[in-house]
């Protein structure tokens, strides 16, 4: 489930949280651990929105399974829970994250779209001095990757984050 509702969002299917099977967490850690002796490196956990749920149960229970890291990517909007060993950032200017994820967030990925993201970008970074910076164009949009190559080109800081399963046509 998300409430977010970011124009852009390639999962619109995961919104509706009633659409969706609910599942026990005991289950979703074994297929998420089965998942990493097949070759995965690492566990993401991201949504939808997946601070919306309190994540402690299933990171734990991740834990008790397996010792691949734990990633989480999320908006910032709901309160930090579970014990993930990296947090995504990916803040949005509709729905601004939470001071506390902000700060305890390993990578900030924004998306541009157009001159506001990047403003939006400046303010949440200065938010966020121990995170990588990333600014990733939105999908199939022009002037936000036009935008975000400039900035890059310009303050070393940043970094270009590129959709590599889209270009690629991976689902």
Do not use: Y
Not at 145 to 160: P, T
């Amino acid at each position: 489930g998300c409430d977010v509702g970011c124009s852009w969002c390639d999962t619109k299917h995961s919104w509706p949280a009633d659409s969706h099977p609910k599942r026990l967490v005991k289950e979703l850690a074994i297929e998420a651990t089965t998942a990493t002796e097949t070759g995965a490196a690492f566990v993401v956990i991201t949504g939808g929105e997946p601070l919306h749920h309190n994540l402690d149960t299933l990171t734990a229970a991740m834990r008790s399974r397996s010792s691949q890291p734990v990633h989480l990517e999320t908006s910032g909007v709901d309160q930090l829970s579970g014990d993930p060993d990296w947090i995504t950032l990916s803040p949005k200017r509709h729905k601004p994250p939470r001071p506390d994820v902000l700060q305890a967030c390993h990578e900030l990925k924004v998306v541009v779209h157009e001159p506001a993201d990047l403003l939006f970008a400046e303010v949440v970074a200065a938010q966020a001095p121990q995170a990588h910076w990333l600014l990733q164009p939105g999908w199939d949009c022009e002037e936000g990757l036009e935008l975000a190559v400039g900035k890059v080109r310009q303050d070393q800081r940043w970094r270009l984050s590129m959709q590599s399963h889209k270009w690629l046509g991976v689902r």
